[in-house]
């Protein structure tokens, strides 16, 4: 597969060893590759950078009403994804695929998206063996934009993240639709279709005051061990990618047709998981994502809809939707769960929701969709029994034409990480395998390559 | 683990579960109380910790600096949890982008407002000479003054000549002394010297070839340890002076410490942590089930937990182990409803009140907040209540359910469980679940006659409760029962001293100071577990400032050819 | 179990009989006072745990919070119980009048000055015709109580003869009130004052009426009670699902005698019945006027469920406070009646306590639809201000 020149790492991951420690550290942008509007595109005139995103439903679906009984384009839209009719042919749908853990126990509800995530069954709750895949892909394409990346949650938990580079370092989530309003439009959000552009003096300021701050870093580097020293270059790191931000903000935006900040703040929702407010709140996140992608806040994303062991309720069940895939009684006639498919059925209603939103933005010759990589997976394939084979796995959007759609791959048992290293390889990411152990894997799924 | 592979996998997890659950985990000897002097272990000292602030230490910070008017709006990203706390977590806590971003903004929040004309005047302790031009002078004075707090030690003269000089520059393009001053204190206070504790390390000369923390570290420790907040001025000036190397000069300020209104803050901040008390910030019941759970009385319960500790360890100077006997608590009007209690008082703040011998409540086990906290969000949880007494109160791991078990006992409608003691019963029957559910299921049954949202009933379903239980030997018939059982219990004690003097050094306490641990543990078992005598005991031994050479200059020791350095490993 | 102070006959409160800190601590020694001062709350603990066993013996406490009031209307979407349908605005009666532009344009307002001078009708009712006429309830149905005992509504020494209304459970009752308000189309479900009232109950400490009924050892019957009605001043909270929460605790609101009322009454079949109360006050902020209802024989008929109640209050409202309430708050725009109207009205159906000089009706009959949730009523604890004797000045 060609990497093509706008998928160009614009920041190179230095990766080392210090006494038996492995070290990041990333390196500042390459001017070479900005350009007046900011992207490495405009130059040859081809479409927008392409955008990633993830999304997450716990509790993974059941299988008798979920695993299309063909394969390939054209499949059976079966019963639990009715709701998801509407984006059928926006959508990949992967069954099939395992998560292999080499003896490694299977920790109910954390090693099915911890190995999808990072490549990697962990080998004790609490731990992440390396760093997910939208991090990797937001090193490569993240940079250029506001925000390298953006976590968000409809549960309204603050740990309901799968966005991370270690068990320390977890990208904290977004809790509340009007604060990521305000993150996305407030005071400090820069209209691209503005007629007028004044580069802010206090931006300006701010850009060499942090720089000030960096200064100081052999100093204080001298004085600590090794662990501690690779936790202080993530902060300058991050206080590097904050200088980078305030630069791009001294740049006049590249125009963004589809860009229109919303007025105002959504209306406060309270705390609580009852799915009616989760599914509000996930609306209310996804209306402000949706806009910030096409006012090119950021390129990648993640949305969590529900946490992996799904602590969702419903008014009048005394009950999560957890303990209702473990307690409740198989239908005898319909053969499944009927409580907890209910559950199911409202995640894909809402992944429903996202992805027509996001193809309801028009960009370019398509929609904003079109110009999106979305993985969306669960935690495991049955909750009840906690399987993690076959977890279910969609991707959605065409990735400018890099991927087809419309087709639902049989994974014959292989291991789940093919899409992730697929999806990686298509963001532009040159690397040649993804995983460890058995999840290892150095082949794409070519069926979905265009 | 080749030889496993060949058992099917159900059989491997039945067994890796038995062999889970029947071990203990390493084994504690039970303290003796019979040794009249135990003599003290010495432990080898372990290395300096870079730890990130927490959310409450930052906002008392910010309000130590700069007065409690400052409106400090701020989440910080979670930290994981590590050995059962937030503030060992801290200490390999990274802070990446998306943590640093608030911080950044609540940095420029609180500097705009330190400077604004309403603060200048009682904050900046000098006047500019013109008001658009650059006053060095000033500057100088104010940024050494509030530097030294921030960043808990004295600037350096090249960090405040740094400092003046960026302020100074800053006054150009804003034609704003002030703004000059604004831009650079929102540089402190994303300064990675702010946002850290960096334990700095000095030789011993009291004991050569070992070191210790240097006086700002020591004041740092104590500070964060006793009020949640960073040094303020005395403490600061004390560590200038060498007093807290000197046994009398710490002893004055650790008195001065505890007798501040501020200590109460601290020892709230040790509780939050280590109850676990983050969870109340999305804790939620069904509100058809249980419609008078709402936001308040979460907010509430909570109160009441860290109300309760505090007066009882601190106002009492009571023992940490009646915690979970006490009669005394307090209540607010959202909360009584719960308990069905009048009381006198309108919508905001507590009245105290005591339950009375024969009430069904007594400790903080049987209060709403503990009860809610480990329960599903329309009824209650034995396996969860346990589970959580065991691992957050006894410091006991309880090994996690394995992946394929078999609910179909619980799922049979024509079953017709009442009660959960009916419902759990087939916890015991599984041999595949017997293993661990027998550690957590017969403490929280004690806790039946209270809901999921920790109202009392004495049926379920029409059926009479029966709440009797046992830990680890001890029987019980109710939940006052269940909570002298735990007062009794010899895990509550070793599991408090080691939560306690990780959090005071945060850090993972290491396996070479278990000794330590069990030495504390047994003065105390003499002196009484009275929280004030726990800090204490710990502070001033020998070994709580104790710490290993700093790793660069062992690695150049170890690199060079001399002998007059090397570090001990006594 | 509550904590229950006692209380006198008089509805004046004390704590437990004894008035702490009524003495000047003679001696002035800090920790003496400390000790006689946790030694008399003891006492008074002691006291409240007796007081306590002793209500136990003689039963247990029901308390309520009202969260609704609302006049007890028989009405049909239709109206078609009113012979002329709903009652015509003000807007439209001055319209009516001979020459509305020009009398807009001496006086100015269109409904605000409808008199003959430009008075304002609702101070000055007599003066002002409508020339639209009053539409009258002409249905039998209605609630309320038999409140003049007899089955017919003749007069009797202390009403005036009057049509009486059926009751869905076939008692014949006196609600006279209705006639006046039940053709408004404000005072009827979703009409603006009854809504705007509704919500005042729901927010305003103002309208915190409190009911306790002691004595109770049955909740479905009981012989013989003891009610009380006191003014709250404790808030009303709704919870997830848009209901009141039942067990909230309730201050009574001691400043306020004048509204602590006490009556008997049984329990049958799970229904309230009280004794009527000869004289009742109650607080009111009406429409963002406050003012105080006056009822005489006032009584209650309360449906008790396990969280509340549901049922009628009614009496003999007395007529000048009843037009005090109403006539100063800005009503008859939106709520689509005349002053002039209802005045009339209210005196030509007042059927209550004539007068004997004049034989014009002093009050008239009504009864209310209130609904309630329980409560914790809380007996205030009485400690007045000790005297605090200075550092220095404390002699051993």
Redesign the interface.
């Not at chain 2, 069905?340 to 919508?347: C, E, K, L, N």
């Not at chain 3, 929460?245 to 605790?249: C, E, K, P, R, Y």
């Given at each position: 597969m060609l990497i093509k020149t706008e998928n160009l790492t614009r920041r190179h991951v230095l990766r080392g060893i210090l006494n038996g420690a492995a070290v990041t550290v990333s390196l500042p942008i390459l001017e070479m590759f900005m350009n007046d509007n900011g992207t490495a595109m405009a130059a040859t005139g081809e479409a927008l950078p392409a955008r990633f995103g993830t999304w997450f439903w716990g509790l993974g679906v059941n299988h008798d009403i979920f695993t299309p009984k063909t394969v390939g384009p054209n499949y059976d839209l079966p019963l639990q994804m009715q709701s998801l009719e509407k984006v059928k042919q926006h959508l990949n749908v992967f069954t099939n695929y395992n998560v292999l853990t080499d003896g490694r126990p299977n920790l109910c509800h954390y090693t099915g998206w911890v190995a999808l995530r990072c490549g990697s069954a962990p080998s004790g709750r609490g731990q992440l063996p390396g760093q997910s895949l939208d991090v990797a892909i937001a090193d490569a394409v993240g940079s250029g934009t506001r925000f390298r990346s953006i976590c968000l949650t409809a549960t309204g938990a603050p740990r309901d993240s799968y966005s991370f580079l270690s068990a320390d370092a977890v990208n904290p989530p977004d809790i509340s639709a009007v604060e990521f309003y305000q993150k996305m439009f407030g005071s400090e959000f820069q209209d691209p279709n503005s007629p007028d552009f004044k580069p802010d003096p206090g931006v300006m300021m701010r850009r060499s005051v942090l720089s000030g701050v960096s200064e100081q870093r052999k100093q204080i580097e001298a004085t600590v061990g090794a662990a501690d020293k690779v936790r202080l270059d993530q902060y300058y790191t991050s206080i590097r990618e904050l200088e980078n931000r305030l630069e791009l903000q001294l740049k006049k935006p590249p125009p963004a047709p589809s860009c229109k900040a919303p007025p105002r703040a959504p209306a406060e929702l309270?705390v609580?998981v009852d799915v009616e407010l989760v599914s509000l709140r996930h609306r209310a996140m996804t209306d402000l994502l949706v806009m910030a992608l096409a006012c090119n806040q950021s390129k990648v994303f993640n949305m969590v809809y529900s946490d992996s062991a799904s602590s969702l309720t419903r008014?009048g069940l005394d009950k999560t939707h957890h303990i209702v895939t473990h307690e409740e009684v198989v239908d005898p006639v319909k053969g499944y769960q009927i409580e907890a498919s209910r559950f199911v059925g409202d995640s894909f209603k809402e992944l429903a929701y996202f992805l027509e939103k996001l193809a309801g933005v028009p960009e370019g010759d398509g929609s904003l969709l079109d110009h999106c990589l979305i993985y969306a997976h669960s935690d495991c394939q049955l909750a009840k029994t906690h399987s993690i084979d076959g977890i279910p796995m969609f991707t959605a959007g065409r990735l400018n034409g890099a991927i087809k759609t419309g087709l639902h791959v049989d994974g014959k048992g292989e291991p789940g990480t093919r899409l992730g290293y697929t999806l990686q390889r298509l963001m532009g990411l040159p690397i040649t395998s993804w995983g460890q152990g058995s999840m290892q894997t150095s082949r794409e799924i070519t069926e979905i390559i265009a | 683990m080749k030889a496993l592979r060949t058992l099917s996998s159900g059989a491997l997890i039945a067994l890796l579960a038995l062999v889970a659950c029947s071990s203990n985990g390493p084994q504690k000897p039970a303290s003796s109380s019979t040794s009249a002097n135990p003599s003290e272990p010495s432990v080898p000292p372990p290395a300096a910790t870079l730890r990130l602030i927490s959310q409450s230490e930052y906002a008392n910070s910010i309000a130590g600096v700069f007065g409690a008017d400052i409106t400090v709006k701020i989440r910080f990203a979670p930290v994981n949890r590590v050995d059962g706390l937030l503030s060992v977590g801290r200490s390999s806590a990274v802070l990446t982008s998306g943590a640093l971003d608030p911080l950044d903004a609540s940095a420029r929040s609180i500097a705009a407002q330190a400077v604004d004309p309403a603060h200048r005047r009682f904050l900046i302790p000098c006047v500019p000479a013109k008001i658009d031009a650059r006053d060095d002078k000033c500057a100088r004075t104010f940024l050494a003054k509030v530097g030294r707090l921030i960043y808990r030690r004295p600037l350096t003269s090249d960090e405040l000549t740094r400092a003046v000089e960026t302020a100074g520059a800053a006054v150009g393009p804003s034609g704003d002394f002030y703004a000059g001053l604004r831009y650079t204190l929102s540089a402190m206070l994303i300064s990675p010297e702010f946002l850290f504790v960096r334990e700095m390390a000095e030789p011993d000369p009291g004991r050569p070839g070992a070191w210790r923390l240097d006086g700002y570290s020591k004041a740092s420790r104590l500070s964060f340890l006793l009020w949640d907040s960073g040094p303020d001025d005395e403490l600061l000036n004390a560590a200038g002076r060498g007093e807290l190397h000197d046994p009398r000069g710490l002893k004055r300020q650790v008195d001065r410490m505890i007798g501040s209104p501020l200590y109460k803050q601290g020892v709230r901040a040790f509780f939050a942590d280590f109850l676990v008390l983050e969870s109340f910030d999305t804790l939620t019941k069904d509100?058809?089930i249980y419609?008078?759970f709402?936001l308040?009385a979460v907010d509430e319960a909570r109160e009441q937990i860290l109300s309760t500790v505090v007066d009882h360890l601190v106002d009492r100077d009571g023992d940490y182990r009646d915690l979970f006997t006490t009669r005394h608590t307090f209540l607010s009007?959202?909360l009584?409803?719960l308990y069905?209690?009048?009381?006198?008082?309108?919508?905001q703040g507590s009245v105290p009140y005591e339950f009375?011998e024969g009430d069904p409540r007594a400790g903080i086990l049987t209060q709403i907040g503990f009860l809610a906290q480990y329960a599903h969000p329309g009824r209650s949880s034995s396996t969860r209540r346990g589970r959580g007494i065991r691992e957050v109160l006894l410091c006991q791991k309880v090994p996690d359910p394995p992946p394929n078990v078999d609910f179909s006992i619980i799922e049979d409608p024509k079953a017709h469980f009442h009660t959960a003691r009916e419902r759990l019963a087939a916890h015991q029957q599984n041999p595949v679940c017997a293993g661990c559910h027998a550690r957590t299921d017969p403490i929280g049954l004690g806790l039946e006659n209270f809901d999921g949202a920790g109202q009392y009933r004495t049926r379920e379903n029409g059926a009479v409760i029966d709440a009797s239980g046992k830990l680890d030997g001890n029987t019980f018939s109710d939940g006052v029962g269940l909570g002298r059982a735990v007062r009794e219990s010899p895990a509550l004690k070793s599991c408090i001293v080691d939560r306690l003097y990780a959090y005071s050094v945060g850090r993972k306490v290491g396996p070479d100071e278990t000794a330590l641990l069990e030495y504390y543990e047994s003065v105390l078992e003499q002196r009484g577990f009275r929280f004030e005598e726990m800090l204490r005991l710990m502070i001033f031994d020998r070994s709580f400032f104790a710490i290993a050479a700093p790793e660069t200059l062992a690695a150049s020791n170890n690199a060079s050819m001399e002998e007059s350095h090397h570090a001990h490993q006594d | 179990?509550?904590?229950r102070i006692l209380y006198s006959k008089y509805g004046y409160l004390q704590a437990g009989g004894i008035s702490m800190f009524g003495k000047r601590i003679r001696r002035h020694h800090y920790m003496r006072a400390l000790l006689i001062a946790s030694s008399l709350i003891l006492l008074g603990a002691v006291i409240a745990?007796e007081a306590d066993e002793a209500a136990s013996k003689s039963g247990e406490t029901i308390g309520l919070v009202l969260t609704d009031w609302r006049y007890a209307l028989y009405q049909t979407p239709g109206a078609g119980e009113c012979s002329l349908g709903l009652q015509k605005g003000a807007v439209e009666q001055f319209k009516a009048q001979d020459d509305p532009l020009g009398h807009f344009k001496k006086f100015g307002g269109t409904f605000e000055t409808r008199g003959p001078n430009g008075e304002d009708p609702n101070f000055s009712p007599m003066l002002v015709t409508d020339p639209l006429p009053f539409s009258e309830l002409k249905t039998n149905v209605g609630f309320g109580f038999n409140l003049d005992g007899t089955s017919d509504g003749r007069a009797t020494s202390n009403t005036l003869a009057h049509d009486k209304f059926v009751s869905p459970e076939g008692e014949r009752v006196d609600n006279q009130l209705a006639r006046v308000v039940g053709c408004v189309q404000g005072w009827r479900k979703t009409g603006f004052m009854a809504e705007f009232y509704a919500k005042e109950v729901e927010t305003s400490p103002i309208n915190r009426h409190l009911i306790e009924i002691t004595g109770v050892h049955d909740e479905q019957n009981e012989p013989n009670v003891e009610v009380f009605i006191y003014k709250g001043?404790?808030?009303l909270?709704r919870?997830?699902?848009g209901?009141f929460?039942?067990?909230?605790?309730h201050?009574i609101d001691e400043r306020f005698p004048q509204f602590m009322l006490k009556t008997h009454g049984k329990i049958v079949d799970g229904v309230l019945l009280t004794d009527p109360i000869p004289f009742a006050r109650l607080p009111l902020v009406q429409i963002q006027m406050t003012g105080e209802r006056d009822i005489r024989d006032l009584r209650l008929r309360l449906k008790l469920t396990p969280t509340g109640a549901d049922g009628l209050l009614g009496g003999y409202e007395l007529l000048d406070s009843w037009w005090n309430n109403h006539s100063k708050s800005p009503g008859s725009d939106p709520g689509l009646y005349s002053p002039a109207g209802i005045y009339r009205a209210l005196y030509r159906y007042g059927d209550g306590y004539p007068d004997p000089a004049t034989g014009k009706p002093t009050a008239i009959s009504v009864a209310y639809q209130v609904s309630a949730v329980r409560a914790?009523?809380?007996h205030?604890?009485h400690q007045a201000p000790g005297v605090v004797v200075a550092q220095a000045d404390q002699k051993e």
């Open positions: 309270p609580g008014k | 509100p058809v419609p008078a709402t308040k009007s959202d009584a409803v069905r209690i009048p009381v006198d008082i309108g919508s009375q | 179990m509550p904590r745990v001043r404790d808030r909270v919870n997830a699902s209901s929460i039942a067990f909230m605790s201050r914790l009523i809380v205030p604890t």
